[in-house]
Structure formats: C-alpha cells, structure tokens
C-alpha cells in the first residue's frame, strides 16, 4: 500500500493518504488496554457463572467490582476458630464453589465448600500424608463431575462430590526424592481428555484417569534438545489448530514450548524468536486462535501457525511489564484478562 501524505490534526489524530485504498484515519490516544486496581498485586484470577471475577490478594480472595475499581472482600469468615489461607478457587458445574486451604497455625490442609453466593456449607479434610503446596496449588473438573486437585510430591487427589470420598494417585515414582516441595502449578485437560500436571519439576502427563491413571514425565535433559527446556511449568493449552497433535507448555525461565504429543519432543520459542522473556506465567488463547502470554516483560500475543510474536508493555497501557503466576482468565464474553503486580489488564484481542 503506496502512501501519498499523512499529517496530525488538531485532536492528535493522524490522517494517511493513500494509493488505491482511500483515506485512513489512526488515533494513537486509543488505548485498547484497560487496567485497573493499581498498586494491588493479584495472583489467581477466576470468573464463575454469574459473571463475576475474583483475584487472589494478601492470602485471600475478593471480588472485582469493575463500576467502581476496587476489591470487595470475599470468603472472609473464620474457621475452626482461624481465618485460614485460601490458595485456589473454582465452581463446579453443580454451581457450588470449592476452595483448597491452609492453616498454617495448625498445619491443617482443607478443602471447602461454598454455595455460589459464598456460604459456607462443608469442610472436607485432605487424606493423611497429602497436602497443598505452599504457593502453587490447582483444582480442575472432569466431564463426570470429579474434581482432581494437585497436592505436593507427586500425589494427585479425585474428590466424588456425591460420595464426599477422595481418592489418592500417585507418580511420586517419577519425581526426585530430594529437594524442596514440589508443588502444583497447572492442571489442564485436553480435547482427548487426558490430564496434563505442570509442575515445579516437570510436566506429568496422566492417561486414563476415569479408570486407573498411568503417568508419564517429561523433564529437562541437558544431552536431549528436543526435551522440555525447563522443569518448572505453569500452564497448559490445546494448539488451537492442532489440538490432538500439540499441547502449548509455559516455562517459568525456559519460555514458550510446543510439545508433540505423537512423539514427546519439544520445540522450544525464546527471546531468539520474539518471545520478551523466558519467564511465561499463564496462556491464553483468543478467538482468532492466537495465543497471549504473560511474561516478566509484557505481554505476547504469538501466532501458531506462522511463529510469529507481538510484544505489549506498560507504555500500550498495560498495568505493568511485569505479571504474576496463575493470574490469567478468558471470561465468558471473551475478554482477556492477566494480572500483575500493579492490578489487572483487561483487553478483547479484536481491538
């Protein structure tokens, strides 16, 4: 597209002319990223059937209210006598909503349900010799109504919410025996229904886990290109165009991976291909099957199918560069939305 002028009126927008495609018109004060709750840094964001959006802050959970830009305390009562630390929420597709805790007073790890308005209706125990990771923690719901929860050092729990029952699984086995917990950090099923479990020492995938699952880890192997970059995984996706072929992995400090689901290989996207930082918290994926990434330096929105990366920072309206682990939603309507240590960025990728 030839062009022929271009000047800035009196409002800062600048008008382009050009050859054969008519006259064009940009206003860079258009700032299509929303931010919001300045100076609040969010970890887990969650929107449940209603519409509403809850962050992680300071231990607990709140509700966003948008209209007048602020957190509304959420889930606050005490507990056996303490106010215990409420790590990870979701709702079931019966409505009710579950919320994995700590009381660190007492070292008791819990699991509560709320009805969808937050009343308290039930406190389930973890079973011995199992609990929720310190920082890291996920729950996910299968297609039969069972919720699985990611607990530490290789154990893996399905909560029956009929029979109120947990079972416990285990690929500890796989795991090295030594070291700091290992935690968490994603829990994803696919378009197959197999269970992907990213955690701080690698990617566990579970097979047949309405049956008796079987796991199988992917880890960093300094002599093996082709295997995972680095062992600490914070979030899974289905390739939009490929899903029975390829699963998107996010590494905390290994970047942006393609797993081959065929062949267990590994195709890895860095700075050296336009990603802004090995340190990738959370994917996203949009409607015209483009993936968003938050990173330590921005936002990348990534092409699937060219390899081809566009980075947003601070300066496009974002609250920060910098972002936070499991802070990241689609909400219903579409809208994206990543949290940060100054607040939450809210955008729709078609603007």
Same mark, same amino acid.
């Given at each position: 597209m030839g062009l022929t002028t271009c000047m800035k009126d009196q409002t800062?927008?600048?008008?382009?002319?050009?050859?054969?495609?008519? %006259?064009? #018109?940009?206003?860079?004060?258009? &700032?299509?990223?929303?931010?919001? =709750?300045? !100076?609040? $840094?969010? @970890?887990?964001?969650?929107?449940?059937?209603?519409?509403?959006?809850?962050?992680?802050?300071?231990?607990?959970?709140?509700?966003?209210?948008?209209?007048?830009?602020?957190?509304?305390?959420?889930?606050?009562?005490?507990?056996?006598?303490?106010?215990?630390?409420?790590?990870?929420?979701?709702?079931?597709?019966?409505?009710? %909503?579950? #919320?994995?805790?700590?009381?660190? &007073?007492?070292?008791?790890?819990? =699991?509560? !349900?709320? $009805?969808? @308005?937050?009343?308290?209706?039930?406190?389930?125990?973890?079973?011995v010799q199992t609990a929720f990771g310190s920082n890291l923690n996920q729950t996910v719901e299968d297609k039969a109504g069972h919720l699985w929860l990611g607990a530490i050092n290789g154990k893996l729990l399905r909560f029956d919410p009929e029979t109120e029952t947990f079972t416990v699984f285990t690929y500890e086995h796989l795991l090295p025996q030594r070291g700091a917990e290992i935690e968490v950090g994603a829990l994803y099923f696919d378009q197959a229904g197999t269970l992907w479990i990213g955690t701080t020492r690698g990617l566990v995938r579970a097979d047949h886990v309405q049956h008796k699952p079987s796991f199988a880890l992917f880890k960093n192997n300094s002599s093996d290109r082709q295997s995972l970059s680095h062992d600490v995984v914070s979030s899974m996706v289905d390739d939009p165009n490929q899903p029975d072929q390829y699963l998107w992995v996010s590494t905390k400090g290994g970047g942006l991976e393609r797993l081959d689901k065929l062949t267990g290989q590994f195709r890895h996207f860095t700075e050296a291909q336009g990603l802004p930082n090995k340190v990738v918290y959370g994917i996203l994926t949009d409607e015209f099957k483009n993936l968003w990434m938050s990173t330590n330096r921005g936002l990348a929105q990534f092409n699937p199918r060219t390899f081809t990366f566009r980075t947003y920072t601070k300066v496009d309206g974002l609250q920060d560069d910098e972002f936070n682990t499991g802070s990241y939603v689609k909400t219903a309507s579409g809208e994206l939305l990543f949290g940060g240590v100054n607040g939450l960025t809210a955008f729709r990728a078609e603007q």
């Open positions: 800062g927008s600048i008008w382009i002319g050009t050859m054969g495609y008519g %006259l064009r #018109v940009f206003n860079p004060k258009v &700032n299509q990223f929303k931010s919001f =709750l300045p !100076k609040k $840094s969010l @970890t887990y964001l969650y929107q449940d059937q209603s519409g509403h959006i809850y962050a992680h802050h300071f231990l607990s959970y709140a509700q966003f209210d948008q209209i007048n830009n602020q957190l509304v305390p959420f889930l606050t009562e005490a507990i056996g006598g303490s106010v215990p630390h409420k790590n990870f929420l979701m709702q079931s597709k019966t409505g009710f %909503l579950w #919320v994995s805790s700590i009381d660190y &007073n007492k070292e008791i790890h819990q =699991l509560l !349900k709320y $009805s969808a @308005t937050g009343q308290l209706l039930k406190v389930y125990g973890l079973p």
